[in-house]
């Protein structure tokens, strides 16, 4: 259950009447993302939300003959808690006992009866409501579309405020039940909404009919949902890497001096993450500026470790985690998101063997059909521990042919070995997981998660147990392929290593080299096996971060985990 606040804001009954789904992702859950309208819309309510300091007159006439007062009033707020309904007003225009709302809208008017649609019309009736029980005569309110400069009046008939407490009472029950809405079925409302990555309307609406349905079976062919977001990400992770570097902040941009001079300026508008390692500083003023805008910073070792993440306040989404915490207790709900983690895993695992083992090929049958074996075990097993066990058997399966799949034999590898690596490709493979970590850390505390809290990694201090469960799909396709483009293009050479005792660790050239082919491997495209679009394996990270939601949320019953085919 989710109890709602005594007072709603009018903005909801906009968004409730437009799409129940958004109202409850925004209100109930504290979700929001911008996108280019967003930021239009901001844009075009600078000067109202400044707001003035003139005082907002009471409507009760004064014991005088003077006439009473004329005044344009911005950014107004004011509730009723009668009917319980708040409201920041953009502008009222007030002549002397006579209140008028006006509300901006950045599109251009609509050629529609009744001069405009009911969510914005209603948010202005909800407006009506709250001026008439301040005292005020509220017979007609202004919606100014600034694209069109046009300012259409809205009469408040009987029939409109009653459809405004009518929507209030819908979204008071619906939300009580602290269950989401479903999506909109194919609606044109979606692809302009700036929560269409954390809503994924079509492909939630596509996994809840194939349960409907018992038939769980991928589409084949052409994608058989829109794909509404975005192939890749605009802006990207920064990685500074040199050792004394200091990051700072001018105007709108982040400024990174290695050796006391100017090395490279981004806007902040172009940076997903800031990731610093080892001995790197960041100024109050930078770090400040990057914590408003919500771009967090990730902290590493020298040598890659993932350490910590410093962003603004936790996502507002409490319910999410009250979920996870739910089901990360639950021994039968937690197997069966591991199992989906991990079965997904072991076809990834299959598929680069099968693409890239070339050698021994009795043997290398002989892994690939011991693995496709353990795909169903895995389906089978009735505790956790008993998945550990077939993971760990198809990782060693995976390892004993991974040196195969390298073709310069000065990098040998005869087994899996970390803390600390032993040799090279060792190395290489510790150092692409770490940022894999960080990829998918990331992602989940966007989503609104608790990143310690796991369904197969068990929790312990300090350990991204969440991050360690989603990036197990991921390991082979980003992190091991990576390591094998290195290595088969000579991009990594001896040099960019260096031994300490019976350490192997790169040198800072060679981590620069490591992050260039990871976050390009990040950036290269993949179809999706369920949703048949093609996206980034960063956005792929993210969508899947969000099924995860999904399935803690109830929309779906199981987890589909990412694999190529």
Known sequence: MIPLPELVPARMLNEFAYCPRLAFLEWAEATFEHNPDTLDGRFVHRRVDAGDERAFPPPDAPDTDEPLPTLHARSVLLSDPGIGIIARMDLVEID????????YKRGKAPDVPDGAYEPERVQLAAQALVLRAQGYTCTEGILYFAASKTRVTIVFTDELLARALVLLDEMRTLFSTGVRPLP???????????LVGICLPDETMLLHEAEQQQNPDSPSGEPAIRRLLTVRDEALPVHVVSQGAF?????DRITIRAKGELDKHVRLIDIAQLCLYGNVQISTQALRELVDTGIP?????????????????????????????????????????????????????????????????DDAERVLDRLADLIPAAMEVDSIASLLGIEGTAARLYFSRFGALLKFPNFNFESRNRRPPTDPVNALLSFNYALLTRECHIAVMNGG??????????????????????????????????????INTAEIQERHFVMRANACALTEDGRKIVITAFERRLDDLVTHPVFGYRLSYRRTIQVQARLIARVLLGEIESYPGFYTR
């Not at 002397?96 to 509300?103: C, E, Q, S």
């Not at 990051?247 to 105007?251: E, F, L, R």
């Not at 991204?464 to 990576?482: C, G, Q, Y």
Request: proline share 6%; with cysteine; hydrophobic share 40%.
């Open 96 to 103: 002397g006992t006579i209140a008028t709302p006006v509300d």
């Open 184 to 194: 909109l079925i194919n609606s044109p409302k979606c692809p302009r909404c700036s």
């Open 247 to 251: 990051v700072g902040k001018s105007a």
């Open 297 to 361: 910073i990730t902290f590493h070792t020298q040598h890659g470790y993932f350490l910590a993440t410093a962003n603004g306040l936790w996502h507002g989404n409490a319910h999410l985690r009250i979920a996870q915490h739910a089901v990360s207790a639950d021994p039968v709900r937690s197997l069966r998101l591991a199992k989906g983690f991990i079965t997904a895993k072991i076809r990834n695992q299959r598929v680069i063997l099968r693409r890239n083992d070339e050698r021994a090929a």
């Open 449 to 486: 998660f608790d990143p310690l809290v796991g369904f197969m990694h068990q929790p312990r201090y300090n350990r991204p147990a969440l991050a360690l469960d989603l990036m197990e799909e991921f390991r082979p396709i980003v992190a091991d392929s990576t390591v094998m483009t290195l």
